[in-house]
């Protein structure tokens, strides 16, 4: 049995602001860098017998993943390897936008955005909803082949996050958009054979108080 352990960065200045980050590498914010030293910790924490031993560390390239990824490696003692299929979804022309903006300046596009289940959705500019699924769960299925017995790391993004979520639960594949991902928050899928299993969805229980 495998077991996917999903960390989703630690805050950055983007995320203060309230805006959609895509491909731009921002830097984690001093709180991101203190969720990411706490959530290293915890899996490092040798005197609960919560996690197995991890085997590896997989990260978006992105710099915001990329910082995190680090500090929690230097906790585990791992390297983290970069994956580019697990960066966020690519937002083109309007990467760092806001919901408001979005919602005021282009109210065409965010009627046919919310509609979830639309993958032919597109972002002027950028990715393809349907193939940013793809791409991430490309990478999911890559990382359980290396690793079919496995405890496995990675780190990434909210929405990437969710797209391997979808990918490994397909049963529940309509909810993708509503599994709430705080910054630096744990969760836990086991795959055994052609199953899987949420074991928890965004433990924040280590996270410091903001």
Not at 60 to 77: D, F, K, V, Y
Not at 189 to 204: E, F, M
Request: glycine share 10%; net charge negative; charged share 25%.
């Amino acid at each position: 049995m495998a077991e996917l352990i999903f960390v989703r960065h630690g805050q950055t200045h983007g995320n203060v602001a309230g805006r959609w980050e895509g491909w731009s590498d921002d830097a984690l914010t001093p709180l991101g860098r203190a969720q990411a030293e706490a959530v290293a910790q915890r899996l490092a924490n040798e005197d609960e017998d919560e996690f197995d031993e991890v085997a590896a560390l997989y990260t978006s390239p992105l710099r915001r993943a990329l910082q995190t990824a680090r500090i929690i490696g230097a906790e585990l003692g791992l390297q983290p390897v970069s994956e580019d299929g697990f960066r966020e979804i690519n937002f083109g022309e309007l990467s760092g936008i806001t919901l408001e903006e979005m919602e005021a300046h282009h109210p065409a596009l965010f009627a046919r955005w919310k509609n979830r289940m639309d993958m032919e959705f597109q972002w002027p500019g950028g990715e393809r909803r349907a193939d940013f699924f793809h791409r991430v769960a490309c990478s999911c299925d890559r990382i359980l082949a290396r690793h079919p017995e496995d405890s496995v790391v990675i780190v990434a993004h909210g929405g990437t996050v969710r797209a391997c979520l979808a990918h490994l639960l397909p049963d529940q594949m309509s909810q993708w958009w509503g599994y709430a991902l705080d910054n630096c928050g744990l969760t836990r899928v086991s795959i055994k054979g052609n199953g899987a299993r949420l074991i928890v969805l965004n433990d924040g229980a280590h996270s410091p108080a903001q």
